[in-house]
């Protein structure tokens, strides 16, 4: 498939004319219509001839970085004249009259959209069960969740729908399906890329970034999305360096930290299995492991689901059912939960016990995360707890769905770098992930750990049994 | 029982919208009212479509330090927006963006003639769409959302004002800095200026706040203001004397009836479940800003009155009279400035203009007005003869003058000038009387 390849290859294929876009955009169309109906990767595909179109232009002459490339999004991000639900039905009509940030640049870098990817509505879940728009099946184990909240981008990237996906991470929302389907996933530092555009779940801790199939392939998207945007007023004027470039700076004497309460109980054993042999190979690679402890990550969970559904509470009082022409009703339980936890958090009189003791402890982590840098430059860890889950395993007990969450939480109260990466298989052939957590802007260190170690390994190449 | 025995206790809240040239949190234009049709300055942030981001309006911002710093108010150097949640139509995030725990402006007091008046704070926050109801049975009702986002100034006073009269006096006052710094229209009748009155009422030597208070709305002038407070101390006072305690409620201001009528009982606090807008950085004003700020804002008009009494001898009512618009106040001061060179009395000039001896229509020019005046003044002059008889007199009184005028001496001719002005009990003709002490010296 052409579709295996990196996005350097094919920019070199395309350049060379060996292929053509509209070959590429051909090949991610009939992905999706062969798979999409098994795994629900998609809510809206758009149309195909519009994006034939756009290839055809891109093969004439070259737009950008990413020309001719397809790719795909979470349904969180509106699209002008597309479609845009945040995977709830309260959305089910709505045609935004304008295109998130994230969209602009990636079309202006040449890159073509195929379509709309399936989420836990509005961002709600980690097992993408909490869909208004059927649950989203694992290509890896068509009986297991892909993860959430952006499964179906995951799944897209996975079965090469298109070339990358942009996801969206609040509490693990990009990491914890990129790992359960066996690609890459990188959260960036809250301020990196613009969210104006993107649906908001909780508008602090919400970050907009590439899933793909390698580092390299995040370095090349980010590179076209990452950087200052007027519409966003919490959008970092920092610089954005050459993410390409730097991937291939030396891993040797870089310390990784691993903080000892993420192998605390808990961690299921194949896990752990795969952990302490991703743990050698960065040893083998000339790192120096370091046990580090982060004493507050236990208190990350509860803090989390304070401040995400206090601001969630605020951001979907807007859909108030008359001007987007879909009644409250439609609300999930799973968001009416959220939506009540989040507004008695607000309440007057438990404000301060509820809400206001939780940005303190926020404060607190990111102190004790800032703390750790002095004894190592990069923290390494499961990304989540267990191999993907069974449907129905969590949904049933929300305080079990909420804690699969406790590795992925901490770097968004901390607003913190992540990148998941594919670390290997359970006995079962379900994949596992690990994450790097970097300093605040050091994208950069994470893409050239994660390209390092995938030159040593080959997880990132395995592809799901359906596509052969 | 007589009304004397209860004192208003009465606080303000005015909001102001300011005149930037864009709206609060969006590029829009602020300029609801010259917009051609509804909903013709809006997109997708002050629509509140999803995934819109906020990003506050740096002029607006300045514009409310630029009053606390004219008011003497304190400045938080670290302020931010929070979010208030309510459901209304006109609303379309189902929050506010607004100014909760750290307003931008704070303390203070502005003085009236009843006493000082103290400031709460001055905060900023996002005007609301405007609700076109549906007149009649069948219609719908509409919303224009050119107002939406329009930035919106709110002060809050203390409970300091004790008669209706004073309310009026600040609510003047205060429109008068604002129209100075040039911040708003400020402008009652199109409501880019609304006035709120909390009004309720104690017994004459109590000093706690009382236990209710009702809030006065939908008041677009000063003399609705005014009027609106004394028909509430009538309402309550003969509610008290009936041993009722008056509701905890917002009333209308009816022009028509001259009443306050019932609009929404609080007796309820409502929870607004306020927290910090987290799609807002926190906003720092630095020192350099605050004292560049400062330093841009011009002479206010009660300075200006102390200094023209000072400088040109004019009585502060007639001060007042001229300066209540500074573009006019500033017209009239050149105008002074000249006159004063010409050697007429500015002071009596002024008084002239403010009795309606001298009209000019609003469009003379101050080089039209002075040639007005000084014609007309020397209609007034002496005649020639008295002038002649004076002049002579001050020369037989004055020899050693007279003689140092020969000499050379400039001062000398000021000196005999004088004279013939205390004998003549004017100035006017003074080119007259210095030809004639020419004429007589030679």
Redesign the interface.
């Known amino acids: 498939m052409l579709l295996d390849s990196t996005i350097a290859e094919l920019r070199t294929l395309l350049s060379s004319k060996k292929i053509s876009s509209r070959d590429l955009v051909e090949e991610a169309y009939g992905a999706v219509e062969k798979l999409n109906p098994k795994l629900s990767a998609f809510i809206s595909v758009r149309d195909k001839k519009e994006a034939l179109l756009d290839a055809d232009r891109a093969d004439s002459s070259v737009k950008g970085p990413l020309s001719g490339i397809p790719f795909c999004l979470k349904d969180a991000?509106?699209t002008k004249g597309l479609k845009?639900t945040?995977g709830s039905k309260v959305?089910d009509t709505?045609i935004?009259?304008?295109s998130?940030s994230v969209v602009q640049k990636l079309v202006a870098g040449g890159a073509i959209l195929i379509g709309k990817n399936n989420m836990d509505a509005w961002g709600h879940g980690s097992t993408n069960e909490n869909t208004d728009y059927g649950a989203v099946k694992n290509p890896w184990d068509i009986t297991r969740v892909a993860g959430g909240s952006s499964g179906g981008s995951a799944v897209a990237v996975a079965t090469r729908m298109s070339a990358f996906a942009i996801g969206e991470d609040t509490g693990g929302s990009i990491r914890a399906p990129s790992s359960m389907c066996n690609v890459a996933g990188l959260k960036v530092t809250y301020g990196r890329v613009s969210?104006?555009?993107?649906?908001?779940y909780?508008?602090?801790l919400d970050t907009v970034g590439p899933m793909a199939k390698s580092a390299s392939d995040i370095a090349e998207v980010l590179s076209v999305i990452a950087g200052a945007d007027?519409?966003?007023?919490?959008s970092s004027r920092r610089e954005v360096p050459a993410y390409g470039a730097l991937l291939s700076k030396p891993l040797a004497g870089t310390r990784v930290g691993i903080p000892k309460e993420f192998l605390a109980g808990g961690l299921d054993t194949e896990v752990r299995r795969v952990f302490e042999d991703v743990v050698k190979t960065f040893e083998s690679l000339g790192a120096m492991i370091v046990s580090v402890s982060i004493p507050s990550l236990a208190y990350a969970v509860p803090i989390y689901y304070l401040i995400a559904t206090?601001?969630t509470?605020?951001n979907l009082?807007?859909y108030?059912g008359?001007?987007f022409g879909q009644s409250r009703e439609l609300f999930t339980e799973e968001t009416m939960r959220r939506i009540i936890v989040g507004?008695y958090a607000?309440?007057?009189g438990y404000?301060d016990e509820l809400?206001t003791r939780a940005t303190k402890g926020r404060t607190v982590l990111v102190r004790e995360f800032d703390a750790v840098w002095n004894t190592c430059d990069i923290l390494l860890g499961p990304t989540m707890p267990s191999v993907p889950y069974r449907f129905g395993d969590l949904m049933e007990d929300p305080v079990k769905l909420y804690l699969a969450d406790i590795f992925t939480v901490p770097v968004n109260l901390t607003g913190l770098p992540s990148l998941a990466l594919p670390a290997g298989f359970s006995e079962d052939g379900l994949p596992i992930g690990i994450q790097l957590i970097g300093k605040k802007f050091d994208e950069a260190t994470l893409l050239s750990l994660g390209y390092a170690y995938e030159r040593a390994t080959d997880w990132h190449t395995k592809k799901p049994n359906m596509l052969s | 029982m007589s009304e004397q025995k209860y004192n208003l206790v009465c606080g303000l809240e005015i909001h102001v919208e300011l005149n930037t040239r864009s709206k609060m949190f969006c590029g829009c234009k602020n300029d609801p009212f010259e917009a051609l049709a509804p909903n013709s300055f809006v997109c997708?942030?002050c629509l509140?479509?999803?995934?819109?981001?906020?990003?506050?309006n740096k002029q607006a911002i300045e514009s409310t330090v630029r009053l606390g710093l004219a008011l003497g108010c304190s400045i938080n150097r670290h302020s931010r927006f929070d979010?208030k949640?309510y459901?209304y139509?006109d609303l379309?995030?189902?929050?506010q963006i607004t100014q909760y725990e750290l307003p931008f402006c704070y303390g203070s007091s502005l003085q009236t003639s009843e006493g000082p008046v103290r400031l709460r704070r001055i905060h900023l926050e996002e005007d609301t769409a405007k609700l076109l109801h549906a007149k009649n049975k069948g219609e719908e009702s509409r919303i224009d959302f050119n107002r939406g986002g329009v930035p919106l100034m709110e002060l809050v006073t203390e409970p300091d004002i004790v008669s209706s009269a004073q309310a009026k006096e600040f609510g003047k006052k205060l429109r008068n800095i604002i129209l100075y710094l040039g911040i708003s229209d400020a402008d009652l009748e199109r409501g880019n200026m609304r006035l709120e009155a909390s009004v309720s009422l104690r017994k004459e030597g109590e000093t706690a706040l009382p236990s209710y208070k009702v809030e006065l709305k939908n008041i677009n002038s000063f003399g609705f203001m005014e009027k609106a407070i004394q028909f509430e101390i009538k309402r309550q006072t003969a509610l008290l004397e009936h041993g009722e305690q008056p509701a905890q409620e917002t009333r209308g201001w009816h022009e028509q009836t001259g009443e306050t009528v019932l609009q929404r009982s609080k007796e309820n606090a409502e929870?607004y479940?306020?927290?910090p807008?987290?799609?807002?950085?926190l906003i720092e004003l630095s020192e350099e800003l605050i004292s560049k700020l400062k330093a841009d804002i011009p002479e206010l008009q009660s300075a200006k009155v102390e200094r023209w009494k000072k400088e040109y001898g004019i009585e502060e009512r007639y001060g007042t009279l001229l300066s209540e618009e500074r573009t006019e106040a500033d017209m009239w001061e050149a105008l002074f400035i000249v006159l004063k060179k010409d050697g007429i009395s500015v002071a009596d000039f002024v008084k002239d203009v403010s009795n309606k001896k001298t009209l000019f229509t609003a469009v003379s020019s101050v080089a039209d007005i002075r040639a007005h005046y000084l014609a007309k003044k020397s209609a007034d002059a002496p005649s020639p003869e008295k002038i002649a008889e004076a002049v002579a007199l001050v020369i037989s009184e004055n020899a050693k003058a007279v003689a140092d005028y020969k000499a050379g001496s400039e001062k000398a001719i000021m000196f005999l000038l004088g004279q013939a002005f205390k004998k003549l009990q004017t100035k006017l003709g003074a080119d007259l009387i210095k030809e004639e002490f020419l004429k007589q010296l030679i």
């Open positions: 991000y509106v845009t945040a959305l709505f935004p009259p304008y998130a969210r104006y555009g993107s649906i908001a909780a508008s602090s007027p519409k966003d007023a919490t206090s601001e509470s605020s009082n807007r108030d008359v001007r507004t607000l309440k007057a404000h809400y | 997708p942030v509140g479509m999803p995934g819109a981001l906020p990003v506050p979010r949640h459901r139509p379309p995030k189902g929050y929870d479940r306020y927290f807008d987290p799609d807002i950085p």
